[in-house]
């Protein structure tokens, strides 16, 4: 990003940033007291299945949700890996999901294609618009005998309705990283190409794996996703002030980016909420590098 679009930011995070966000308006009677509040969001510990029907009906301009895959795989103590009814869970989700969206809000999911197909299919009959399937190209999966090998997770993109922002990013121009030279063409049209970049695809192969400790927190080993995810999701489908739902915080990668970007936040984590607020406090982990160019 420019330094001209950072220096945007921090001033919109000025302007925005008056004291502790009041989440008040966003939510109905019966709400839990929250874990933490920032300048901009305010994060819950907690069952989203208990949080979420507390959020008011249309307050959200996008929603980004990173649910556990049913792969038993070991989060904290709470959470539960291993259901029989993953599916019916995940609809009970979403359902609140659609529920808490405004109309033209951006809804994105992030799963195994397997799930994805389902969830997808799921939304579409909720009335939601199909926007894209983004595959997010993953290294370290092991091939799996009898299959291809696979190599992407999915990211579902809908919209309640014609989407109220989409805006375009683009990537650099591909060069070779020994010696600086531009590797495509473009079939002779390079000229007439936008300085800026090209069009974001929907087949991202540039998201760095999360592996090293500065990316991630020392006291939560689970999954974390890439800010440049995180980054991509929140530009395209919102604009400073805004407000994003992250039911399934993780290590708060997405209230991370949110904050860096001056968007407002609503965010659930059942088992690592104070491992969140440590990333805030703490300034210790650091976002990945993005060089996406995002027009206004
Ligand atoms: C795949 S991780 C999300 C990772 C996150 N996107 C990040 O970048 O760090 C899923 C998270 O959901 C949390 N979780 C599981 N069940 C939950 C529930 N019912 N309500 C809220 N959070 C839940 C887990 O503790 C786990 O941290």
Not at 84 to 107: A, I, N, T
Not at 158 to 185: A, M, N, W
Request: charged share 25%.
């Amino acid at each position: 990003m420019s330094t001209a679009t950072n220096g945007r930011y921090r001033q919109v995070k000025i302007a925005l940033a008056k004291g502790r966000f009041d989440y008040g308006p966003y939510l109905g009677a019966g709400a839990p007291s929250p874990h933490f509040v920032s300048e901009l969001g305010v994060l819950f510990a907690g069952d989203c299945l208990d949080v979420l029907p507390s959020i008011r009906d249309e307050s959200v301009d996008s929603v980004f949700a990173d649910p556990p895959f049913n792969l038993g795989k070991q989060y904290g103590r709470r959470t539960n890996d291993q259901r029989s009814d993953y599916l019916e869970w995940c609809q009970s989700w979403l359902d609140q999901c659609v529920r808490v969206l405004k109309p033209g809000g951006s809804l994105f999911v992030y799963n195994l294609p397997k799930w994805n197909v389902m969830l997808g299919a799921y939304l579409t009959n909720a009335g939601l618009d199909f926007r894209h399937w983004i595959a997010i190209e993953i290294s370290a999966c092991m091939p799996i005998p009898g299959r291809l090998h696979p190599s992407h997770y999915s990211l579902i993109y809908y919209s309640k309705g014609k989407p109220k922002t989409f805006r375009r990013l683009r990537t650099p121009i591909q060069t070779c990283r020994h010696c600086g030279e531009e590797v495509k063409d473009y079939g002779g049209h390079r000229d007439a190409m936008n300085p800026n970049g090209v069009t974001l695809k929907d087949v991202w192969t540039d998201i760095p794996p999360v592996r090293h400790w500065k990316f991630k927190s020392k006291n939560r080993r689970a999954n974390a996703l890439s800010t440049k995810t995180l980054d991509r999701v929140v530009e395209m489908s919102t604009v400073p002030g805004d407000l994003v739902l992250d039911p399934f915080g993780g290590s708060g990668t997405t209230f991370a980016v949110c904050e860096a970007k001056s968007r407002h936040w609503i965010g659930i984590e059942l088992d690592f909420a104070p491992e969140i607020v440590e990333r805030f406090e703490s300034d210790e982990i650091r976002s990945h590098r993005n060089d996406d160019y995002v027009e206004i």
